[in-house]
């Protein structure tokens, strides 16, 4: 009598993993920009016709206006996107890890963990003109390259920690990374382009306030660019001190950026 060999079970899937993965790369690779043609038509009804047209205008619009990025302050739907993205990564790990740790040991998770997050960060280079513009019109700290890195140290504290560690571990961020953008003094300059147009002005530098009043090319994309030199120098002139600032180009991050942060920025003096 013949007896079948056993067949291994198809790996088990968390279908609302999956699902919500589907939802975000439906967004990801471009699904804003059916909004946005049902926006243009829209603009074209409200056009013809305010009667006709109002409520399929407001409609739309509300729905083109969440997918465009706040500013600064307050929360748009397009802003979900990207964390959304990194929650689940977060999540993928616990169970692709465990799995990993269980065949291969601790060590051999953790050299994929740091064999895809380097890839993955030079992906992000590549993506962002790495390989075919010249420095510094180069981002060092893109998407991908956020993603690389939250998943290299994510994965590593996982491999090296229990769950009672790692909570710890995250509350320790959490609280140092308030400490510092609450106590940690910066110069009392703020990095907008109006910002430093207006001290450039103040300043006598007719020439800087009127770059950066125009649309004029990202100076940290530029080589020894003049724009740069005199923003670094109202910045070192700068001697008051201030704590507390939460505000765009005027707090401890984005200080860090101008003064460390190598390359492109995507906000001009910081990313």
Known sequence: ???????????????????LRGFDMFWIIGADSLVYALGRIADGLHGKSEAGGSLLYRLVKGLTDQLEHADWEGFHFY???????????????????????????RAGAMRRVIRRGVLLFLVGIFYSGGFTNAWPDMRLMGVLNRIALAYLFGGLLFCLFKPRALVAICAGLLIGYW??????????????????????????????????????????????????????????????????????????????????????KYDTFFD
Not at 1 to 19: C, F, G, I, K
Not at 80 to 97: E, N
Not at 196 to 221: C, H, L, M, Q
């Open 1 to 19: 009598m013949n007896v079948p060999a056993p067949t291994a079970s198809a790996p088990q899937r968390l279908m609302s993993l999956d699902a």
């Open 79 to 105: 802003d979900l996107i990207f964390p959304l993205f990194v929650f689940m990564m977060g999540a993928s790990v616990v169970f692709s890890l465990t799995k990993l740790i269980e065949r291969e040991g």
């Open 179 to 264: 400490a510092l953008m609450t106590f940690v003094p910066i110069r009392d300059l703020q990095f907008t382009r109006a910002s430093i147009a207006r001290v450039a002005a103040e300043a006598g530098d007719t020439k800087t306030a009127e770059y950066f009043n125009r649309d004029s090319p990202n100076p940290s994309a530029v080589k020894d660019s003049p724009a740069w030199a005199a923003t670094e120098k109202f910045f070192n002139a700068t001697t008051n001190r201030v704590t507390g600032k939460f505000d765009k180009g005027y707090n401890v991050c984005d200080h860090f950026d101008f003064q460390y942060l190598p390359g492109r």
